[in-house]
């Protein structure tokens, strides 16, 4: 394990959704650039939402620890930023509505990986007055990512992160990713490691 970087470390745990067994009593841990892979219905999703402490396993544990102290389910869930496809944005907020709202709960990177310098270069393009609910698909993901990507946190969760995203959208996004990489836990559940996790070194297969 790398010193400085969160670590989620599963003992034991088993985790189903439905009739599905996703994991049994199995043992591993995560730290710094990691990818979860599998086949599509193979559990990555139900994954990463276990990770973001949105559910809980069903026996063993999962602890997440951050520079050293492992941190309580309070703690847990403004510790991790995300960007999922079953995360919803604000339909009815503007861009800039989104980023202000967003900033009283979270704080940004500095410099060029905060939120707005992440979005300058997204090749996000909207007039300031309108809402989210008639952006485009791939805009509403640049949108997330920069969230998610430029929130100070001690991990970042991504859920197939190219999805919707045109070629210079993901030559953005891998841009921003690598960056990332060397600053936080950063974890993507993906069936394209190559596109979506380039440099992922902590490897959790299903």
Known sequence: MTEGFATFQ????????G????????TWAMQGPSAILGANGSGKSSTLALLAGQVAP?????????????L?????????SLAAPWVELPNHLTMEETLTFH???????TGNMGWASLLSTSGLNVAPDV??????????????????????TSAVLLDEPCSN?????????????AQVFALTTTIV??????????????????
């Open 103 to 109: 900033g009283m709960f979270r704080s940004p990177r």
């Open 19 to 26: 009739n599905r067994k996703i994991w049994d009593k199995a």
């Open 58 to 70: 069903d026996q063993g544990e999962l602890c997440f620890t951050s520079e050293g102290t492992p």
């Open 189 to 206: 559940a993906t069936n394209d490691p190559q596109k979506e996790a380039p440099q992922a070194k902590s490897i959790l297969e299903l």
């Open 72 to 80: 309580d389910s309070e703690q847990w869930m403004t510790a991790i």
């Open 131 to 152: 809402p989210m609910a008639l952006w485009s698909s791939g805009q509403r993901q640049r949108l997330s990512l920069a969230l998610a990507l430029g929130t100070q």
């Open 165 to 177: 995203l045109d070629s210079e959208g993901i030559q953005w996004y891998q841009e921003v990713l």
């Open 10 to 17: 599963a003992n034991q745990l088993s985790f189903s959704r």
